[in-house]
């Protein structure tokens, strides 16, 4: 309780009752219950992916205008927001407002909140995305595009105890799906022609969901392998890398077929050990990127590791493949 001085003269102290001082002390105690003395105390957010400031799934900076969906909760307290949509603007996370708006996350008290963010938003404020916070996504080669990379590339993070007396809340963002990097390289024989090649890569899952509560990616059990065709990779002088983004996944191998100029080459990736799992499951693991080298032969495709970089480390395997 604090301590209330009271400005006026013995007479007029005199003359309040008990009852009447007693709820004079109680406002004083109330008070305190406030974030501050001086009015609401907004959270400030900021973030980091993966130890790396400002950087996210498709290697390229936050730009401006990039959403984020963030929810708060309190056990104790009264502070409660569901799925606030925050954009970067200048490399650190503001509220999104329509004119007259107001839809910044208030501390409604002093009593510690625990936050979760989502990458990127989904529905609208005050509402859990998907069902239930929960987005269902079949994947498509049109998701596979360059550009649309980032829509895939679910973030998840949270911040637990953040205090209207510090409210600052630093989000580390992590990789919740899945990264397959294909590098294409001349074999024997082999010249890329400048129109480029494409690739149908087969035996994985594509249904899946991504619960934006807790952060868990993966593929849908109940959903059968399918196939995503026909992807373009572009001929440059520096790289032909062509990076799929994919549901988490219990698989042993998947099946790869490459077309230059209309001729048709295929390989087996062989999948590697999940890890943490006992017994040994192959598969991919939310947050690891995996990265082949496929060297296209004029006799057949050869598939080898190549260095890993970004994301959790994983590693590549080997194959070789023979024209079809």
């Known amino acids: 309780i604090k301590t209330v001085t ?8 005199s ?15 109330e008070s305190d219950n406030h974030a501050t003395d001086d009015g609401p105390v907004a959270a400030r957010i900021t973030s980091t992916i993966d ?14 205008g990039d959403p984020i969906g963030v929810s708060a909760t309190s056990t104790e307290g009264a502070t409660a927001y569901t799925n606030i949509q925050y954009t970067t603007t ?36 005050g509402t859990r995305p ?14 596979q595009a360059t550009a649309a990379l980032p ?15 510090n409210p600052q809340v630093n989000f580390t963002f992590t990789h919740r799906m899945s990264r397959l990097k294909l590098n294409f390289v001349e074999g024997a024989g082999m010249a890329f022609p400048s129109s480029g090649l494409t690739y149908t890569l087969s035996g994985l899952k594509l249904a899946g969901t991504f619960n934006t509560l807790d952060g868990t990616a993966a593929a849908t059990a109940a959903a059968t392998a399918a196939k995503l065709e026909n992807i373009p990779v572009a001929v ?11 549901w988490p996944q219990e698989a042993a191998t998947a099946s790869l077929s490459v077309t230059v100029s209309g001729i ?6 062989n999948l590697l050990d999940l890890p943490g799992i006992t017994p040994a499951t192959k598969g991919l693991a939310p947050g690891y990127s995996y990265v082949y080298n496929v060297k296209v032969h004029k006799t057949g495709l050869e598939i080898s590791e190549a260095k890993i970089t970004a994301w959790t480390t994983g590693t590549g395997g080997d194959a070789d493949a023979k024209e079809e």
């Open 51 to 64: 130890g790396t400031a400002q950087t996210r799934a498709s290697e390229t900076a936050w730009t401006d």
């Open 236 to 246: 440059t002088a520096q790289n032909t890398l062509s990076p799929l983004i994919l």
């Open 15 to 29: 003359n309040l009752t008990a009852p009447a001082l007693l709820i004079l002390l109680f406002a004083a105690c």
């Open 130 to 143: 998907g069902t239930d916070g929960i987005i269902a996504k079949t994947l498509t080669p049109t998701d």
């Open 90 to 125: 200048n490399n650190n996370f503001t509220v999104v407002n329509a004119p007259g708006e107001d839809n910044d996350i208030y501390f409604q008290d002093k009593k510690a909140v625990d936050f979760i963010a989502y990458y990127p938003y989904s529905g609208s404020n």
């Open 6 to 13: 009271i400005m006026k003269t013995n007479s007029i102290l």
């Open 264 to 269: 048709s080459y295929s390989a087996t990736l």
């Open 151 to 165: 829509l895939i590339d679910y973030l998840w993070s949270h911040a637990d105890g953040i205090t209207s007396a």
